[in-house]
């Protein structure tokens, strides 16, 4: 079927109308947008350059007759809660003090429950991060839900919270949300745990299930004993070195490492010769470290393992024990009739140390 010329012009015409207008509405919508945007933020940086000045007097002049600090239009107590969580971040001592007690004093606390349950993101995490940094335990057990929260930048700001309260009563809910992560997020997340600070790995030696039950929790028990240097936790983890579970014994043999306690190096030195190459890794690791130069002969029977890993970590170990190691490192570089694998792994590292210095 053809349609008549001048309809066809027709439908040109209103089509490319309809298009035109499309596109001015759509440069329209996005320069509206970017004006709202400029004017907030040219709003925001007034209002912080002027609360940055009012709040150093309020904080800092030392004088009783100093004015109040002004009044926060409610329009603009959302900007200043953000305002009040980054400005501590700065202070510490009477300073934080006193920004908490402007906190509470201005009453912008008081939409927390709200807030703590809004539907948006920022809104959720914004409240977590206040509970947590003004030290608000009223409202802990109302951020304890948000461990669940699908937004995993809400989870660990509330997980901040509930750590910095120093609050073992939170401490069953927080390890859940840890051991829920991937494990190779749990490292990261031990930063996390150590806001509850020493008194964690006690509470964790009295509450966790036998290792056989459940090895993750004693996993994450080592990982933390190892970053805290948590020398009272040293029996147990001879224990767990003694544990049929692998991941267990290499995790226990990083926090002995970190503790570095030579009186531990007869129980750590048999561990070299295990069936499981991430035990052997990690021994190679620890033993320089406990041992000091007497680990040297253990470290060059490492350095011919047919793991890449555990060779690599045995020579690292002699590298890092300074100019005893790096003789011993040269040796067997040049001993012809030393195995392949430990000549090259050898000439490797020394390398290594040669860029750095290390000889």
């Known amino acids: 079927m053809h349609l008549p010329p001048a309809m066809v012009l027709q439908v040109l015409i209103w089509g490319t109308v309809i298009l035109g207008s499309l596109v001015s509405g759509l440069v329209l919508l996005g320069a509206g947008i970017q004006f709202r945007r400029d004017r907030q933020n040219r709003h925001r940086i007034a209002r912080y350059q002027a609360w940055e000045t009012d709040l150093a007097v309020y904080l800092f002049s030392g004088d009783d007759t100093a004015p109040a600090f002004p009044r926060i239009a409610k329009e603009d107590r959302q900007l200043f809660r953000k305002f009040l969580t980054r400005y501590h971040a700065t202070l510490a001592g009477q300073e934080a003090e006193a920004l908490r007690e402007l906190y509470l004093g201005l009453g912008v606390h008081e939409s927390l429950p709200g ?114 240097r948590h020398r009272e936790s040293e029996p147990r983890l001879l224990e767990l070195i003694a544990n049929p579970d692998v991941d267990i014994q290499a995790s226990a043999l990083k926090a002995l490492a970190a503790l570095a306690d030579p009186l531990t190096y007869a129980r750590v030195e048999p561990l070299a010769q295990h069936e499981a190459w991430p035990v052997r890794a990690q021994a190679a690791k620890a033993l320089g470290l406990i041992g000091g130069p007497d680990a040297i002969p253990a470290l060059i029977a490492l350095t011919s393992d047919p793991i890449y890993e555990v060779r690599r970590n045995a020579a690292q170990g002699m590298a890092d024990l300074g100019h005893a190691g790096t003789s011993a490192l040269t040796w067997l570089a040049e001993d012809p009739t030393a195995d392949r694998f430990a000549r090259d792994i050898a000439r490797e590292r020394l390398e290594w140390a040669d860029e750095r210095g290390h000889q």
Do not use: N
């Open 115 to 228: 807030r703590l349950k809004h539907r948006q993101t920022t809104v959720r995490a914004q409240a977590a991060q206040e509970v947590g940094i003004f030290k608000l335990g009223e409202y802990l057990d109302a951020v304890v839900p948000l461990l669940d929260d699908p937004v995993p930048y809400v989870t660990h700001l509330a997980a901040q919270a509930l750590t910095l309260s120093g609050d073992l009563r939170f401490a069953q809910p927080v390890v859940d949300w840890v051991l829920r992560e991937e494990r190779y997020q749990r490292e990261r997340l031990l930063r996390v745990l150590e806001g509850f600070g020493p008194d964690l790995l006690p509470w964790l030696e009295s509450h966790l299930e036998p290792p056989g039950g459940a090895p993750e929790p004693w996993i994450l028990f080592a990982l933390l004993a190892g970053s805290h």
